[in-house]
């Protein structure tokens, strides 16, 4: 059966079970929309700016496990989709980018909207291609898909000129797919796992380190198992929140830059790290030279490449994290390390990381943690970038993989609005919240366009203190308070938002905040909120640049109110 190549891209995308696209049409890939009317199957979301389609498809590929998929024309169409595809690509997000490009004839002519978008993305992408033949389509995406979704997921970009999508060829897609080397390694070595059990076994001051790899291959079960069978206290990366249920008593935290106390202090004292899933980046090591310095390291990761990397390993093990946990528990012996985890608990007591200072004023910390206490934690939270993405890291318990979603290694300021669409298109029964910050919303705020076109029902909640606060905390600590291209004149995000149909409130006094929550979470569609909160509230804990985990900065003392009793219950005996 002969179709155009805009035809074979559609039935291609059908065939891998693609339901929904976010984009923005152009010249080049015009020939590519003109068929989208004849396949209802595909939805498609036109978003405002195409670097938010990439972000779409990366919330809506988190959320959901399947492969994201964004459209956007030649040129500048192309290149807006740049940071949200290094986004992906940092943090294993599965996505396929399908871009026009110019007429076969006019490649390399520096034509209207020509750019070589295969060779910028050529960095951020685990493959790219240039179709130029209707006939090679059918294969290139069923690769492209293969290549996002096994292995460490990440994106793939597919650009496609103007001339090949109307160029007719036979339509046979492939049933079987095998790519000359490339074979992901999903089962861990037999000597290497025997290796590992055996120090666990041995391990007096054991920590796990819970990473992103945890949530993608679908390995809470088996973490928890080993966690409870070998009494082993639980961290995570700021990806691998919701990886083990924070709620457990062996639940300690986040590590890192804006980690708890106590789980620093863990990984400071730990005689053996247990890292599975995660990439020993810098924000979450600190100054590596003092990183876990008693203790000896197993590390589990799929991605070879990542092993050794950063930070010296004693047992490397290359392999899906899910596949080898479950090797892992088969060889376990049940053991208790009780003096480890009181000794952790009384590290919590003393160092209440989580804790909220008593203030007569609206803190972002109060507003965050209401929103955990109306939802009751059933809600999935998508960040933007700065200090909104850490308080709502440390102050929402999160207990369930995905529910809490933000840019990790990229750090992209204006991801959370986006993905939130992503998210709540994809899982349309959750309840999705964007805590954002105003600078971070300000830079993809114009989505409040496609959340109403789409009437996507995403709730909104912007803790606005005037400032890109993260850096302004910065300036205050490290830069003797010159606050330099920091102060923020925001507008009314409450008009903002009226202007495009969807109705919010703002809020400036802490009696007003949980009826606030009340009624964007009754509402049915979406809803937004402007907290009006402290301007130079700051982060706590905090390592300093070129500091160790072991030298956190705390929160200055002063009164603080305890986590509720409700807070941190254990959910297991052990």
């Known amino acids: 059966m002969k179709l155009s190549g805009a035809d074979i891209v559609c039935e291609s995308l059908i065939r891998e079970g693609v339901d929904v696209i976010f984009g923005i049409l152009g010249g080049t890939i015009l020939p590519l929309y003109d068929k989208l009317p004849g396949y209802p199957q595909l939805r498609h979301i036109l978003v405002r700016h195409e670097q938010c389609a990439a972000h779409s498809a990366d919330g809506y590929a988190r959320a959901t496990g399947k492969v994201g998929v964004c459209f956007a024309t030649s040129g500048p169409g192309a290149t807006n989709l740049v940071t949200g595809i290094a986004n992906a690509y940092l943090d294993s997000a599965p996505m396929v980018a399908i871009t026009g490009q110019v007429a076969r004839p006019l490649i390399g002519k520096d034509a209207f909207q020509e750019v070589d978008i295969t060779g910028i993305t050529l960095p951020i992408t685990k493959h790219n291609y240039l179709v130029l033949e209707a006939s090679s389509i059918a294969r290139t995406i069923k690769e492209a898909f293969y290549l996002a979704r096994t292995g460490r997921p990440g994106p793939v970009l597919i650009d496609i000129p103007r001339d090949v999508f109307m160029e007719e060829a036979e339509f046979h897609y492939p049933a079987k797919l095998s790519l000359t080397g490339y074979k992901p390694v999903l089962e861990g070595h037999p000597t290497q796992i025997k290796k590992a059990v055996k120090l666990i076994n041995e391990a007096q001051r054991p920590l796990i380190i819970a990473g992103r790899g945890i949530i993608i291959s679908g390995a809470s079960a088996e973490l928890r198992h080993l966690a409870e069978t070998s009494q082993v206290p639980v961290v995570t990366t700021l990806l691998g929140i919701g990886s083990f249920p924070e709620s457990h008593i062996l ?324």
Not at 276 to 282: A, C, T, V
Not at 518 to 527: H, K, L, V
């Open 251 to 574: 639940s300690f935290g986040m590590i890192g830059m804006h980690g708890t106390a106590y789980a620093n202090m863990a990984v400071d004292n730990a005689d053996l790290i247990i890292a599975i899933g995660m990439r020993f980046d810098d924000r979450a090591t600190a100054k590596v030279s003092g990183f876990a310095p008693a203790g000896r390291i197993i590390h589990i990761d799929i991605d070879p490449a990542e092993i050794g990397k950063n930070v010296r390993v004693d047992v490397p093990i290359v392999g899906d994290a899910r596949v080898i946990l479950k090797e892992i528990n088969k060889l376990l012996v049940p053991v208790q390390h009780l003096q480890w985890v009181r000794q952790l608990d009384e590290w919590r007591k003393e160092h209440p990381s989580t804790a909220v200072r008593y203030s007569e004023g609206l803190l972002p910390q109060f507003v965050v943690r209401k929103i955990y206490e109306v939802t009751k934690g059933d809600a999935t939270i998508v960040t933007g970038v700065g200090q909104n993405q850490m308080w709502a890291a440390q102050h929402f318990w999160y207990d369930h993989p995905t529910s809490f979603i933000s840019s990790g290694g990229l750090g992209t300021m204006g991801f959370g609005l986006p993905a939130a669409i992503g998210v709540k298109v994809g899982c349309p029964e959750k309840t999705v919240w964007c805590v954002d910050g105003d600078g971070s919303f300000q830079m993809t705020l114009h989505e409040l366009a496609t959340v109403a076109q789409e009437n996507v029902g995403v709730k909104i909640a912007i803790l606005n203190n005037g400032f890109l606060g993260m850096v302004r905390q910065w300036q205050e600590l490290f830069y003797e308070k010159r606050y330099v291209a920091t102060r923020l004149s925001g507008p009314d995000f409450v008009k903002i938002a009226e202007a495009y149909g969807i109705p919010g409130v703002r809020v400036k006094y802490k009696e007003e905040v949980a009826p606030a929550i009340e009624r964007a979470m009754a509402e049915p569609g979406p809803f937004l909120i402007d907290f009006v909160v402290e301007p130079e509230e700051n982060v706590y804990p905090m390592v300093p640049p070129g500091a160790s985990l072991a030298e956190v900065m705390e929160a200055p003392v002063t009164e603080a109110k305890p986590l509720s009793d409700s807070a941190k219950l254990p959910v297991s005996n052990i």
